[in-house]
């Protein structure tokens, strides 16, 4: 599995545990409304509608769950990989270029290395993770509503 596929699962698997989440919520409401209509026979009704938690779907747990740990591996597998001793200096002999420690060319290879997993996530992964954070939103603001 390379990054870029982690990064698709853990994107694909974000939105899927965050549509999940609020469809169920909002088919929350939508029984509570038919309760409400029933009640001109039964003569009673629930004040509120029964929310389902993030975890009482086991979907959207386990989703989430494995979005996170995709992520990570993600995460891991763009990290680059920087060798014990540099090359060229295993025997200990002289830099062979002279007086500087490092070329160009070394120098960049080192900062290019330095830089961690989360600066190279992809677009859409940060996309795909400001759709969860906005499915939530959703289900914030339907929490407002009632």
Request: aromatic content about 14%; cysteine-free.
């Amino acid at each position: 599995m390379t990054a870029k596929h982690a990064y698709t699962l853990s994107t694909i698997l974000f939105l899927a545990s965050g549509l999940l989440y609020t469809l169920e919520r909002m088919l929350a409401y939508y029984i509570w409304i038919g309760q409400m209509q029933a009640a001109s026979a039964t003569g009673q009704f629930p004040t509120q509608p029964e929310l389902p938690s993030l975890f009482t779907n086991g979907f959207v747990t386990f989703f989430l769950a494995a979005s996170l740990f995709l992520l990570i591996v993600g995460i891991v597998l763009s990290t680059p990989k920087q060798p014990s001793v540099r090359p060229g200096h295993e025997s200990g002999a002289a830099n062979p270029s002279g007086g500087n420690a490092s070329s160009i060319g070394a120098r960049e290879h080192e900062a290019e290395a330095a830089t961690g997993g989360f600066d190279r996530l992809p677009t859409y992964l940060v996309y795909g993770i400001i759709a969860f954070l906005g499915f939530l939103i959703v289900v914030g603001f339907l929490n407002f509503l009632r």
